[in-house]
């Protein structure tokens, strides 16, 4: 019975077309840069009170703290797209791309790939960009 079962759930598992998620090579081509984004961090607080509808008073605190993020736009052969985050990675990215200036833009394409072979192209893995003349 044992063996039954062992050899159903690999039929059934061998049934589903889970995909596996897969990217292409290395690839590049040019950009520019048309926007460097900055967003501080923040720090705040609020209170407040509610009622409810058994007509009990409740008191709120809230505390907000954001980091600061570092952002680039970038237009490059796909249309425009922006890259963003609160890494040392995007502050120095942020730091080394002025606005107008010229890249070349490194990334990975990003398939799901079937079982019958079907790729699907679902995005695009921004690795890096780098000044170009």
């Known amino acids: 019975m044992r063996s039954f079962a062992t050899l159903l759930l690999a039929l059934v598992l061998s049934a589903c077309d889970i995909p596996s998620r897969e990217f292409s090579k290395e690839l590049h081509e040019s950009g520019k840069v048309l926007q460097t984004i900055y967003t501080p961090a923040t720090h705040g607080s609020a209170s407040g009170t509610s009622v409810d509808f058994d007509l009990n008073v409740k008191f709120h605190n809230m505390t907000i703290n954001t980091q600061e993020q570092f952002g680039v736009m970038f237009q490059c052969e796909h249309g425009q797209f922006v890259v963003t985050g609160t890494s040392e990675r995007y502050k120095k990215l942020w730091e080394s791309l002025p606005k107008d200036s010229n890249v070349t833009i490194y ?3 990003e398939y799901l790939t ?3 072979g079907r790729r699907e192209l679902t995005g695009f893995d921004f690795l ?5 003349q």
């Open 107 to 109: 990334y990975r394409e």
């Open 114 to 116: 079937y079982k019958d």
């Open 128 to 132: 890096r960009a780098e000044r170009s």
